[in-house]
């Protein structure tokens, strides 16, 4: 990257001639162009090491978006774009290539803005799929040197020409798709501990899904500190079917469940329990980790299993409920809803959480619990929120030192006056 500096105001602007309005426009401009090259560096190198594991946040999109004040949509963009322009590594280290490097170079000069960078990356996206790869290299540096000097529509003629070139006889008709059956559901498991859902849904069903869906994957309204729901709308659904599927296994009448949210059968030593380091088992669920264990374990039934170095049980415990109905209903008045300032989540769509884990010792008391919705329980065991119990016996949460450099205590008053 060629070294820019930050060029310097004169004092008096207004007296300034035209060429030097001109020079100092065009140096802003390619010194705004080289920051956003660097900050892609460093939303690549936070992608390659998983926003998860070092913020709590799912995906590296919504940790930008948090930290820099932006939209989804927003910071979406940024980072789409820093992960195709430069290098990322993958789970097992190995490097992952730039999807344009050489749009990257001329991006790192300060020559290329953002707009003209997503053209050439939209432009490289229509490229057919069986174009060699050398073709492909000839045709990105093509619209890279371009980019230097040109404005939109010169791209968009010459992406015409380049897919006149590589592409002379246009997309391969599809065949018509095959008609759907009336109902049809598949779930599997996939390699990499994920699950994979499928379906087909008649008219009737299909509506009924939706409307379940809908009422539960509204985005949660901006809080009060003027922070929103930041998840894309498939997100939002994924978390609406987890709380249907939590409302329908607390059903008293459910089959097999009697009422219990979910049966934990840890697999490993409770040392491991307690530091989080090892994997778990849920009932038919196959491999955690123990750090997502000690999650699920905040408002379900624990059965301790303790292995020897073999696999063999030395010990099962005994079942325990964690918390009582009336301990649930007490937290349901005291809390009313998920405690994190600002969320509107209301009791029956929350987790009774642990602020002293069970396994390290905390007592199953209210002066150790508090109700926080999925998405804030998962932020608090994952991410860099801590949540305490003040003197007057409410809970109070401390943000991250990146967000509040003071890291104030917050409350959540939108569920009482």
Request: net charge negative; hydrophobic share 40%.
């Given at each position: 990257?060629?070294?820019?500096?930050?060029?310097?105001?004169?004092?008096?602007?207004?007296?300034?001639?035209?060429?030097?309005?001109?020079?100092?426009?065009?140096?802003?401009?390619?010194?705004?162009?080289?920051?956003?090259?660097?900050?892609?560096?460093?939303?690549?190198?936070?992608?390659?090491?998983?926003?998860?594991?070092?913020?709590?946040?799912?995906?590296?999109?919504?940790?930008?978006?948090?930290?820099?004040?932006?939209?989804?949509?927003?910071?979406?963009?940024?980072?789409?774009?820093?992960?195709?322009?430069?290098?990322?590594?993958?789970?097992?280290?190995?490097?992952?290539?730039?999807?344009?490097?050489?749009?990257?170079?001329?991006?790192?000069?300060?020559?290329?803005?953002?707009?003209?960078?997503?053209?050439?990356?939209?432009?490289?996206?229509?490229?057919?799929?069986?174009?060699?790869?050398?073709?492909?290299?000839?045709?990105?540096?093509?619209?890279?040197?371009l980019a230097r000097d040109a404005g939109p529509r010169q791209l968009a003629k010459a992406e015409q020409d380049l897919l006149g070139w590589l592409d002379p006889d246009g997309n391969e008709p599809k065949d018509p798709e095959p008609a759907e059956p009336r109902r049809e559901v598949t779930l599997e498991r996939r390699k990499d501990g994920f699950w994979k859902l499928n379906g087909l849904l008649d008219d009737e069903l299909g509506a009924r899904t939706a409307a379940a869906l809908e009422a539960y994957a509204t985005p949660r309204p901006v809080d009060e500190f003027g922070q929103a729901d930041l998840r894309t709308k498939p997100e939002r659904q994924g978390d609406a079917w987890a709380e249907l599927l939590d409302l329908a296994i607390a059903c008293p009448d459910q089959p097999g469940t009697s009422g219990y949210r979910t049966l934990v059968h840890v697999t490993i030593g409770?040392?491991?329990?307690?530091?989080?380091?090892?994997?778990?088992?849920?009932?038919?669920?196959?491999?955690?980790?123990?750090?997502?264990?000690?999650?699920?374990?905040?408002?379900?039934?624990?059965?301790?299993?303790?292995?020897?170095?073999?696999?063999?049980?030395?010990?099962?415990?005994?079942?325990?409920?964690?918390?009582?109905?009336?301990?649930?209903?007490?937290?349901?008045?005291?809390?009313?809803?998920?405690?994190?300032?600002?969320?509107?989540?209301?009791?029956?769509?929350?987790?009774?959480?642990?602020?002293?884990?069970?396994?390290?010792?905390?007592?199953?008391?209210?002066?150790?619990?508090?109700?926080?919705?999925?998405?804030?329980?998962?932020?608090?065991?994952?991410?860099?929120?801590?949540?305490?119990?003040?003197?007057?016996?409410?809970?109070?949460?401390?943000?991250?030192?990146?967000?509040?450099?003071?890291?104030?205590?917050?409350?959540?008053?939108?569920?009482?006056?």
């Open positions: 990257m060629s070294e820019t500096f930050l060029p310097e105001l004169p004092q008096e602007l207004w007296r300034a001639g035209k060429l030097e309005l001109a020079h100092g426009v065009r140096q802003f401009l390619q010194v705004m162009r080289v920051a956003c090259a660097g900050l892609g560096r460093y939303l690549a190198e936070v992608e390659s090491r998983g926003a998860k594991d070092l913020y709590g946040y799912g995906s590296t999109i919504t940790w930008f978006a948090d930290v820099a004040g932006l939209s989804f949509g927003e910071a979406r963009s940024v980072v789409n774009q820093a992960i195709a322009l430069n290098p990322t590594r993958a789970l097992d280290g190995s490097e992952v290539a730039a999807f344009a490097p050489a749009t990257a170079a001329v991006a790192a000069e300060g020559l290329v803005g953002h707009e003209r960078i997503q053209q050439i990356l939209d432009i490289l996206g229509r490229i057919p799929a069986d174009t060699s790869a050398e073709d492909r290299e000839c045709a990105e540096k093509i619209l890279a040197t409770l040392d491991e329990l307690k530091t989080g380091l090892g994997t778990a088992c849920l009932d038919s669920v196959g491999t955690m980790t123990a750090r997502d264990a000690r999650m699920a374990a905040c408002d379900c039934l624990m059965l301790p299993v303790v292995l020897s170095a073999a696999g063999e049980p030395l010990d099962v415990g005994r079942l325990r409920r964690f918390v009582t109905p009336g301990q649930r209903r007490a937290l349901n008045i005291r809390d009313g809803g998920c405690a994190f300032p600002g969320c509107h989540r209301r009791p029956k769509n929350c987790h009774a959480h642990h602020i002293d884990h069970w396994a390290d010792g905390g007592p199953t008391d209210l002066r150790n619990l508090v109700l926080l919705c999925g998405f804030h329980h998962r932020l608090i065991h994952h991410g860099d929120w801590e949540v305490r119990m003040a003197p007057d016996g409410l809970p109070e949460f401390i943000p991250p030192q990146y967000l509040d450099p003071l890291r104030r205590t917050r409350r959540n008053t939108l569920h009482h006056t």
